[in-house]
């Protein structure tokens, strides 16, 4: 028996050094160690800001006794700073800070994101509260569009290993956010909400740490107004402005009722705060196992058919949360963590494999040569504009109905609602391309687009 298991872990400590050992190895030569290092922080920041994600309903919650729709309202609102990514993107590569386009702009915003978390022991201002949040958010997204920047550049070092560097920067943020939500709830039952809030400070301090490793040397920086013409120009273009278009349709016509969710496992349910965080740690799981599923069954189906796929598995993933607050649960004789445990894990993988995916790989195709980085902040700060009209969208609805803490008799209408606005994005699926390849064929080619900048300012000149 001991031979056999000597046998096995010798096997898997193999696998190990084949498999993990070697690739990482690869990457470091490849790309350098303090490039892991500064992605490593940048992106292991965003996921563990999860610690404090709990902490905060709970903070507006039993602080200020804010009812569901305000806290909703607030915290998509402060969500505002991940909208304008490309203005980032053109900031920091054409306007330098002590010499440096990127090192200095991690070093001030990582000490501008410690204070706003640590000013939350300091005052119990509403108004200042949201202040501090808000320029907090502006600190991670302006540095998250940094860290996709590098990665892109250095993705040209070696194309092969671009998809490698990408699981890497992804896996770091799904262990961030896992363990992240798991000490978030249970830090919540000993310690009260403020202190979580500021013990998440670490997070802008990882910031400071990958400016310290970042190697920066001066490069040619493209003319802003060039810049601005380009990504204008890009905009003329149907296949890229027709997905875009899709994107806000996809979550902005579903109304969110995240906080809804949480006051009503809190105040009816009587979760544990433990048991909550946990429940987060669901969308990091489905991170990983959306990645691989798609990379193995889905990778070559059209887009239009996985996305359609998915809104109808969502739809009907989201009747377990109507079965939750018409109490069906308790005619089934289960208790009710099951119907949030089921909802939550396989709403999660399948948002993101059927959804997120497949988006994240359409924009790979369509993204313009020349300016990826600039084009990406592009995509993502639709998807997260999309995703806050649904939070507000969803706050309204919580006001209209008059849903409040201790008031929740017409919760069950408005799960409804969001299930079967599910189906409406179903009605533009044709705004999206039929498959990759097919799209691969109309990527605008940005060396074209400047080249007719350039001969529409000749010809200006020449009149």
Not at 200 to 227: G, M, W
Not at 261 to 282: C, E, I, P, R
Not at 294 to 322: A, P, T
Not at 421 to 434: D, E, G, N, R, T
Request: glycine share 6%; net charge negative.
């Amino acid at each position: 028996m001991s031979g056999l298991f000597t046998n096995c872990s010798q096997r898997i400590q193999i696998l190990f050094n084949e498999k993990i050992v070697s690739k990482y190895k690869y990457m470091i030569n490849t790309f350098g160690f303090n490039t892991l290092i500064v992605l490593f922080c940048v992106y292991w920041s965003q996921g563990f800001k999860s610690l404090c994600s709990l902490a905060i309903t709970f903070y507006y919650k039993d602080l200020f006794h804010l009812e569901p729709a305000e806290t909703q309202y607030i915290r998509t609102f402060s969500f505002i700073a991940w909208f304008i990514k490309p203005i980032y993107g053109l900031i920091s590569d054409n306007i330098p800070i002590a010499g440096y386009y990127r090192k200095s702009y991690l070093f001030i915003w990582g000490v501008i994101g410690i204070l706003s978390m640590l000013s939350i022991l300091l005052h119990n201002n509403l108004y200042l509260s949201i202040i501090a949040f808000v320029i907090n958010e502006f600190s991670q997204a302006f540095c998250d569009v940094i860290a996709d920047a590098i990665m892109v550049e250095k993705s040209r070092n070696d194309e092969a290993g671009s998809s490698a560097l990408q699981t890497f920067s992804w896996t770091v943020l799904a262990i961030g956010g896992f363990l992240g939500s798991i000490f978030g709830g249970l830090l919540l039952e000993t310690f009260s909400p403020r202190t979580i809030i500021a013990l998440s400070a670490i997070c802008p301090f990882l910031i400071i740490v990958s400016a310290y490793h970042l190697e920066e040397n001066s490069n040619e920086r493209k003319d802003f107004y060039t810049q601005v013409q380009t990504l204008l120009e890009i905009f003329k273009k149907p296949q890229i402005i027709k997905p875009l278009l899709f994107i806000l349709v996809l979550s902005g016509v579903t109304p969110r009722f995240s906080e809804l969710f949480t006051y009503y496992m809190t105040d009816v349910l009587k979760f544990s705060t433990t048991f909550m965080g946990s429940l987060q740690v669901a969308a990091y799981i489905s991170v990983i196992i959306g990645s691989w599923v798609y990379h193995i069954f889905l990778k070559n189906l059209e887009y239009r058919s996985i996305i359609g796929i998915g809104q109808i598995v969502m739809m009907l993933i989201n009747f377990f949360d109507l079965g939750l607050v018409t109490e069906l649960y308790k005619r089934l004789s289960l208790p009710a963590w099951t119907f949030v445990l089921f909802g939550d894990i396989l709403g999660g993988v399948v948002s993101f494999t059927f959804k997120s995916m497949p988006l994240l790989v359409m924009n790979a195709k369509i993204c313009p040569v020349g300016i990826e980085g600039t084009f990406y902040a592009l995509f993502t700060s639709v998807t997260n504009l999309s995703y806050s009209i649904s939070g507000f969208f969803g706050g309204f609805l919580v006001k209209a109905f008059d849903i409040k803490t201790g008031n929740y008799e017409l919760f069950w209408l408005l799960v409804c609602i969001q299930i079967f606005s599910q189906l409406i994005p179903l009605v533009f699926l044709k705004l999206l391309p039929k498959i990759g390849m097919e799209q691969q064929e109309e990527v605008v080619d940005v060396e074209l687009l400047d080249d007719d900048l350039e001969n529409d300012e000749e010809k200006t000149h020449k009149l």
